[in-house]
């Protein structure tokens, strides 16, 4: 059955595992999926460390952009690259939403910095310095929404292998959103939880066992293993300063800009 409601505590077991909902109702069942996302305080609970691969990997910057004449962009949806490694920019993606042109700024930034705090304050003006051939594409613009900023953890929980309890997408491993990667690694621990499944209900009990299948599927780890790398590789990328790096920049963003 279908029950809305928020989770106030679990007790994952090998035969039967019990949720507790805020109103003091505790829900019976085989196995628990925890699917909460990077928040919550569901991991605690249970007693699930996360162990930290790269705190504050990146920060996401989300606003809406316009142009400053009111006219319409002269794209659909634009995926715009920075020139060099100092501004510690991965891109910058418009995209439509309803009537309005939303804008994610993904960098390699602290929310406590100066550049951050300074782009609060006059985004438009540090988006113009970060990607100044930006305006030959989108023409003058102005930012029409407040900001919001969102800075990304990488981590990956330890001592999860627990019966009755299997963990999906960043409930396990968080994604960096610069790598493109958090919807195809989230459906990939969808697509191999639902392939096991069915072998563990075909007999009683849902010990570690069982559970531990999920996690050491081949896909799911290559999955995993895949999603970390792009992270590092992306963030690479965007700030390593030696010249093996720096042609390797310039090579990549031209790629793209013949691509588009």
Known sequence: RWKPDRVRDISPGPDVSRV???????????????????????????????????????????????????????????????????????????????????????????????????????????????????????????????????????????????????????????VCPTTGTGVSKVLTDVDVFCECVPEWLATSGMGVEKIARYYTHPRKEACDAQSLRGAEYCRRLSTESSLRWRMYREFTYLKELLVA
């Open 20 to 174: 507790t909902l805020m109103g003091g109702e505790t829900l019976a069942t085989r196995l628990v999926v925890l699917a909460c996302g990077t928040g919550g305080n569901l991991h605690t609970g249970l007693g699930l460390r996360k162990r930290m691969i790269s705190e504050g990997h990146s920060l996401s910057l989300g606003f809406n952009i316009a142009r400053a004449d009111g006219n319409p962009f002269p794209f659909e949806a634009f995926t715009h690259y920075p020139e060099g490694f100092d501004t510690r920019v991965a891109f910058l993606t418009l995209f439509p939403i309803r009537d309005v042109m939303r804008a994610n700024f993904f960098v390699y930034r602290s929310p406590g910095e100066v550049w951050v705090r300074r782009f609060a304050k006059e985004p438009e003006e540090m988006l113009g310095q970060s990607l100044p051939k930006l305006v030959q594409f989108t023409g003058p613009f102005r930012i029409t929404s407040r900001l919001e900023m969102g800075p990304a953890d990488l981590y990956r929980v330890e001592d999860h292998i627990r019966p009755g309890l299997v963990l999906l997408g960043d409930a396990y491993q968080s």
